[in-house]
């Protein structure tokens, strides 16, 4: 039988917890994750405001070939260290501890980690600051010397901020714990909107110009992901005192988990950083325009995947904590089917209507259109993967929940070796640089594949059958998203307009809001529950908008 695509309780019930207590405090999934969603959509649309303005002012060349590569050093150490440690190692352990009113324990894993993890991040970040320039060189290959020196000198101003994500990720992990979403999610919209500033205002103020954006990143980061967590967690009573004591079983298992996890949810940035590394190797432009349709692709990731994956992870972790292991398959399910019925049908827009995205989003100042079509051939590659990209956080969470953090390092391992092996394979055919978003696309959809396979008798089956039916219904409903996106895409109309920028902006957002209604009447049709949840939160909009439902 088809489930909600939210199945948390009304109000809260009580029930008992592992060491005997009663709990009250039942996480509302359908809560957190339209918080998640929210905070996460306004980072996303101020994202693509970011790169619409980057665009326009700096195009795409050597330059931004070299901002793009200057965050791959900084992006290793924070997947490699901060990244998947902090968000999902830690969450689990102390979740444990909170909810079966051991508060005092879980302080104690929040300042042990705290303390420890510190000292080696900041070790961490002077050992990277100092070697800037052969790591710059090893990330980007095929970049000349004067590049390699510009792609160092940005990595020296962005390293900082990598300590901000790492306490930002603990304070972050501890609100999410104790069902706090809001705060989190200001994290990225204010590092987006340091960007911005750093485009428009510092960029006129340094040199070389470029560099004005990674100034603002490291403000933005130290504020969004810093101050004003701190701030928040100091008014809600935090516990913390500095220790490097690691005889507390709770520290000791958080270190234990820490590694695998690190490996295994750092797997789509590291990706991103072979990718890029490839890249190196093409015409000047193409890290630029890589990144761009890699952006535009992760825009529903981010806003799907892993809103909704950090959403459910509090929860799915506190059901394994109290062994009510129908509620924790039960709520994976729905979320696994509320994720393709939102992106199967972004998958199949994002293909289709790929040149007028571009156009839309960057075809304008010295973005050229050449550039732009380059941008629209690499996302028409990146999207055939979006839904397995969306899924994925969400079954790496249902691993950590279940403190299973070995399994996702084996399975990502293979599928970074299978990536790795179709670039080597398809680089040189006459696909060129579109070799690298298909063999990301292709690796993606394995992987996903393998993770539903692995976890289902883990946590004791997974409803596969309603899960095929969901995917069927979403393939169907697409075929408007496909129809709608067609009619801009292939008719004079669109090519008469293409490039000019607010006639292109307007027919393609009538296109989607064309095709997003299309897809909800024709789901609606299939009786798909999930279309009954969209009905429900649209009517409680027009509700406190005052409009009749």
Excluded at 167 to 180: E, H, K, N, S, W
Excluded at 208 to 213: K, T, W
Excluded at 324 to 351: A, C, G, H
Excluded at 456 to 474: E, H, Q, R, Y
Aim: glycine fraction near 8%; hydrophobic fraction near 50%.
């Amino acid at each position: 039988m088809d489930q909600e695509p939210s199945i948390a309780p009304e109000s809260p019930e009580s029930r008992e917890s592992p060491k005997g207590q009663k709990s009250s405090n039942v996480p509302n999934v359908a809560k957190a994750g339209g918080i998640m969603v929210a905070s996460l959509l306004l980072s996303r649309v101020l994202g693509l405001v970011r790169d619409f303005i980057i665009a326009g002012m700096f195009g795409a060349d050597p330059n931004t070939d070299a901002y793009r590569l200057a965050f791959s050093v900084p992006d290793l150490l924070f997947f490699l260290i901060s990244g998947g440690a902090l968000s999902s190692a830690f969450i689990p352990v102390f979740s444990e501890y909170w909810h079966t009113q051991r508060e005092e324990d879980a302080w104690k894993v929040f300042s042990g980690v705290t303390t420890i993890m510190s000292a080696i991040v900041l070790g961490f970040i002077v050992v990277a600051w100092i070697f800037a320039a052969p790591l710059s060189q090893m990330i980007a290959p095929g970049a000349g010397p004067e590049s390699v020196q510009m792609i160092a000198y940005m990595s020296r101003i962005l390293l900082p901020a990598q300590f901000a994500f790492f306490i930002g990720g603990l304070m972050f992990g501890t609100l999410y714990a104790r069902q706090v979403f809001s705060v989190p999610g200001l994290g990225p919209n204010v590092y987006n909107i340091g960007i911005i500033v750093g485009a428009v205002v510092l960029s006129g103020l340094v040199t070389p110009s470029v560099s004005g954006m990674s100034w603002g990143a490291l403000v933005g980061a130290v504020i969004g992901n810093l101050v004003i967590p701190f701030f928040v967690l100091r008014k809600m009573g935090v516990k913390f005192k500095p220790s490097f004591d690691t005889s507390h079983p709770g520290v000791r298992k958080v270190f234990k988990l820490m590694l695998p996890v690190v490996l295994g949810l750092s797997l789509p940035g590291v990706f991103g950083l072979i990718m890029q590394a490839f890249g190196s190797y093409y015409a000047a432009g193409t890290n630029t325009v890589l990144d761009y349709a890699n952006k535009l692709m992760q825009a529903p990731l981010g806003v799907f995947g892993s809103s909704l994956a950090i959403a459910v992870f509090p929860a799915l972790s506190q059901f394994f904590a109290q062994k009510e292991m129908d509620k924790f398959r039960r709520q994976l399910d729905s979320t696994l089917r509320t994720v393709m019925y939102l992106t199967v049908p972004v998958s199949v827009i994002m293909f289709v209507m790929a040149p007028q995205l571009s156009a839309a989003m960057y075809l304008h100042g010295k973005f050229t259109p050449e550039a732009a079509m380059r941008v629209a051939d690499c996302l028409r590659f990146f999207s055939v993967g979006i839904w397995a990209w969306c899924l994925h956080p969400v079954l790496m969470r249902a691993f950590y929940s279940i403190q299973d953090t070995v399994t996702p390092v084996v399975l990502g391992t293979l599928c970074t070796g299978l990536f790795f092996t179709l670039l080597l394979t398809l680089r040189n055919t006459s696909l060129g640089y579109l070799a690298l978003p298909l063999a990301s696309s292709i690796s993606a959809i394995a992987l996903v594949l393998m993770m539903a396979v692995v976890l289902a008798p883990k946590i004791g089956g997974m409803d596969i059958k309603n899960l095929a039916v969901t995917v069927g219904k979403c393939v169907i409903g697409s075929t408007a998203v496909a129809l709608a996106g067609a009619v801009v895409a292939y008719t004079p109309i669109s090519d008469a307009i293409w490039g000019k920028k607010l006639p292109t902006l307007g027919v393609t957002f009538l296109a989607l809001m064309v095709a997003s209604w299309g897809y909800f009447f024709l789901t609606k049709a299939l009786k798909m529950p999930e279309s009954e949840w969209v009905d429900r939160a649209m009517g409680k909009v027009k509700g406190k908008l005052g409009m009749p439902a």
